[in-house]
């Protein structure tokens, strides 16, 4: 039989590697000028594989519809994307998190591998080549048209990905062509995206600190619910906050009931602890210490032990204990003050930053028209669906790139 896979991705790479081995005729077509664009920035460039956890547990990891990946996830595992990558010579290490990364901590060593696999399969890759549609007669494909001729098929693999990072190729194409042979759409948003804080102007000051360690909430207002708690790393931006923790917490909070409206009424909080090690007690008495040492600075100058120096002024602020005030001068409820605003750093959060800047798409193909056991068009026979198109989305950690192999190499295989 014959199969084009549409878009050399993760997801389609994995698909052709998958359908050729059951032995049928691949060729998969991509518009760029090279395959796995967007794998290359994946991990700040250092490219996250996959998660060392069990792959049992991922679906925990994966708010966006993970029951629907339960089959895609046995097919192909995290330990059998690591074997594949072995095999190529590419060894791999664990990281915080249970992260896997290349050892080289070059992304260009995970995609060259895929590129020798395809290589050795004997699978023919069409770079500069834009499908316009996916043709079919009596709801079953027979090939796709391109920009530049029509080329038949037994099977179609969709796997253009969804809509951010467009320069890498991601523009949302399939979805459209998906639409075209009458497939539901579910609402597209950006997921692990950065966001923008009320307070930017405070964040823009602290622009570049990376915070280790701390707890974070996102609360809702509205109802007082906590709607996403972490602990871990984030990292202020000119506009307001971005890093591992903040972007996980935003696949949660695109799934708040009118997200868009608890914004625009600054009723979402977020919640910064940045002493999560210390009891509000405990952090007193080490406050107590700090100051004993100090006892003749001033407040300003009493607190560099205790945080990084761009946070100081801001902490001053949000204390307001008059910064040239000397430390033995400072009262009890002064302190205790002071401790409130370091176990509670409150940040109103304004909106999302775009889809362009999002890691990964929310929404895609609607999973309740695709086979989940195969990744099959419950309405076109013959045409499947792979990666990030699909309606599934997952935190930051290699969650997402897993679900791109896993559900390629089952529609390969299907």
Known sequence: M?????????????????????????????KMNMCGKKLLITGKGRCNITSSIDISEFINYIPGNGKFLY??????????IISLLNKHNVKTKNERGNRVFPESDKSLDVLNALMQEL?????????NTEVLEILQENNRVIGVKTSQETILADKVILATGGKSYPTTGSTGDGYKMAQKLGHTITTIRPSLVPLVAKEQDTCKRMQGLSLRNVSIKFKNLENGKEIYDDFGEMLFTHFGVSGPTILSGTAHLLRVKNIDELLKQNKIILSIDLKP?????????????????????????????????????????????NPNKKVCEITKEERQKLVKVLKNFTLTIKEFRSIEEAIVTSGGINIKEINSKTMESKI?????????????????GGFNLQIAYSTGYTAGMN
């Open 119 to 127: 290589k050795e399969q004997k699978i023919e890759i069409k770079t």
């Open 2 to 30: 014959k199969v084009i896979v549409i878009g050399g991705g993760p997801a389609g790479m994995l698909a052709a590697i998958s359908a050729r081995k059951n032995g049928n005729e691949v060729i998969i077509l991509e």
């Open 71 to 80: 089959s895609a996830f046995n097919n192909f595992t995290n330990k059998d």
């Open 277 to 321: 090690a210390l009891s509000e007690e405990k952090l007193d008495n080490r406050i107590i210490q700090d100051f004993k040492k100090f006892n003749n600075k001033q407040y300003k100058n009493s607190l560099e032990e205790l945080l990084p120096q761009k946070m100081i002024p801001i902490i001053i602020e949000k204390t307001n204990i």
């Open 380 to 396: 076109v026979r013959g045409l499947f669906f792979a990666g990030e198109i699909i309606d599934v989305d997952a935190y930051t």
